[in-house]
């Protein structure tokens, strides 16, 4: 049989066919002569691959070798040598920009430390463990703790007073009872001396809505810090005498929660509305109006300062008092006593009034009994100033009415009673001076619409639950003092307050 000489067999044509349509880049090219197979040829790009992947490689290393060769542009930094060693760097943008000058303040050994994030309470170079009260209100906030004079969220502690109890008894509810001076009666009572700024205190009532310090402050005539004379003086009924009437009301209403209530119409005498009103109570930070009115009967000058002690700081810390949180050595005006006795119930400022002007606590609790038995109150006595927990210190609701009526009378106790916000005067521990609120007369006067409450002081111990005593004006322009005791909160306390005028005034 006759076979064409170099020719592929049909089996090697399909073969060669196969791999062409396989790899698409193949050509098959049949045997030029006899003994010869048929070869394949590649196309172009494969030859060239290569040569490609070389001029690749170069110009790559050619663009590294300028990157680190060639100087920097201006405003572009090169490399660290770490970077081209390989290591990682840090990216210096991410990073804060640290100063190399030391932060304002940062020696300062009263200020908290921030190296483990918690604050710590400042030490004072001979105070010990006293608190400063900046620093004191920057840890209860970064704590969840209310700021001074705020009462906790789900507690019973009043507006105005601090803590878990306001000049509250120990943890125990035992109390003080001895009325003695402060740490055991050692008898370091702080020291009074002239205050040579001749500065003043406004008695602006300031913004209820703010806690920024009052405008005004400064009195460039140096006038007298506090009034003197007060408005009330000789408008309100003569005596502390009180009586009943046909018309005095039984308070039932069931949303009035204290269990001790009385409304005196302070024009006439007449007794209003009662609940429990000759029952004997305890006063806890009530008897603070007592304090500051014997405290204003025996001053003999407001520009005076007062030198805090370090009896007088421990004692209102182991007796877990509310306070002012003045330092100890801090020399404070006279004046700022009695706000800080009302506003914020500072128990340091008492302590500060009491030795100012009796000496000693006891010879000024003295004092305050006297002038309880002056007013012809029988049912009233008190062992301490502060309004710490004794069964020795007590009184009924129309005994506090009558000592408040008494207080609102006296042009200085009037004035640290119906004072907003008070700003106190520089120290050198305290140059912008302390902020000081009465929360109750901030937080009534949004609720009630028949008048004004002019003056006003909340207590809170445990055996005495919320207490208060407030004064007002009616629209009408008669006067009406209110006192409640033993409610179960601090605004139910404010709000039988407003239940008890809003139905009784006139």
Avoid at 74 to 79: F, L, N, V
Avoid at 299 to 322: A, G
Avoid at 418 to 437: C, M, R, V, W
Avoid at 478 to 498: E, N, Q
Wanted: glycine share 10%; net charge negative; charged share 20%.
């Amino acid at each position: 049989m006759h076979k064409e000489p170099n020719t592929p067999s049909s089996r090697e044509r399909e073969d060669f066919i196969i791999e062409d349509l396989d790899l698409g880049c193949e050509e098959v090219i049949p045997a030029s002569g006899p003994g010869q197979k048929p070869r394949r040829q590649t196309g172009l790009f494969p030859t060239l691959l290569p040569w490609l992947l070389l001029v690749v490689i170069l110009a790559g290393t050619g663009l590294i070798l300028a990157h680190f060769l060639l100087p920097a542009k201006d405003g572009e930094a090169s490399p660290p040598a770490s970077a081209q060693a390989g290591e990682q760097v840090p990216d210096t943008a991410a990073l804060p920009q640290l100063s190399s000058q030391p932060t304002p303040g940062a020696e300062d050994e009263n200020l908290p430390s921030a190296g483990d994030g918690s604050a710590s309470l400042p030490v004072s170079e001979d105070a010990g463990t006293e608190p400063s009260a900046d620093v004191a209100a920057q840890t209860a906030s970064a704590e969840g703790a209310p700021a001074e004079g705020e009462a906790s969220p789900g507690s019973s502690a009043p507006a105005g007073e601090s803590g878990a109890s306001d000049d509250s008894a120990p943890a125990d509810g035992s109390g003080t009872s001895d009325g003695s001076s402060p740490a055991g009666g050692s008898g370091e009572t702080g020291t009074v001396s002239g205050n040579d700024d001749g500065g003043s205190v406004s008695d602006g009532d300031g913004d209820a809505s703010s806690r920024q310090p009052e405008s005004g402050t400064d009195d460039a005539d140096q006038t007298p810090p506090m009034n003197t004379v007060s408005p009330l003086a000789g408008q309100l009924f003569e005596g502390y005498a009180p009586y009943t009437t046909e018309h005095t009301a039984e308070i039932t209403n069931e949303e009035v929660i204290s269990e001790y209530a009385v409304l005196i119409d302070l024009d006439t005498g007449e007794i209003l509305a009662q609940r429990n009103a000759t029952a004997k109570m305890y006063p806890a930070s009530m008897t603070k109006v007592l304090t500051v009115l014997v405290a204003a009967e025996h001053v003999t000058s407001l520009t005076d300062t007062f030198t805090i002690t370090r009896d007088i700081t421990n004692y209102v810390f182991s007796n877990d008092c509310s306070a002012v949180c003045w330092d100890v050595g801090e020399k404070v005006p006279v004046s700022d006593l009695f706000y800080g006795a009302v506003l914020p119930s500072g128990a340091d400022a008492v302590l500060g009034l009491a030795a100012t002007t009796a000496g000693d606590t006891e010879t000024f609790v003295g004092r305050m009994n006297d002038k309880v038995s002056a007013l012809g109150l029988t049912a009233s006595h008190f062992d301490n100033p502060i309004g710490l927990f004794s069964e020795e210190t007590y009184t009924t609701p129309v005994e506090m009415a009558m000592i408040m009526k008494a207080a609102v009378e006296n042009g200085i106790a009037y004035d640290a009673l119906h004072k907003h916000i008070h700003t106190t005067l520089p120290t050198a521990e305290h140059p912008d001076g302390l902020t000081l609120s009465n929360l109750f007369l901030r937080r009534i006067e949004d609720h009630f619409d028949l008048g004004e409450v002019l003056c006003a002081k909340t207590g809170f111990v445990n055996q005495s639950g919320n207490c208060a005593v407030s004064v007002t004006v009616s629209n009408t322009g008669r006067h009406y003092v209110c006192v409640t005791g033993k409610s179960s909160s601090a605004w139910k306390c404010i709000y039988d307050h407003v239940r008890i005028y809003n139905e009784f005034v006139q």
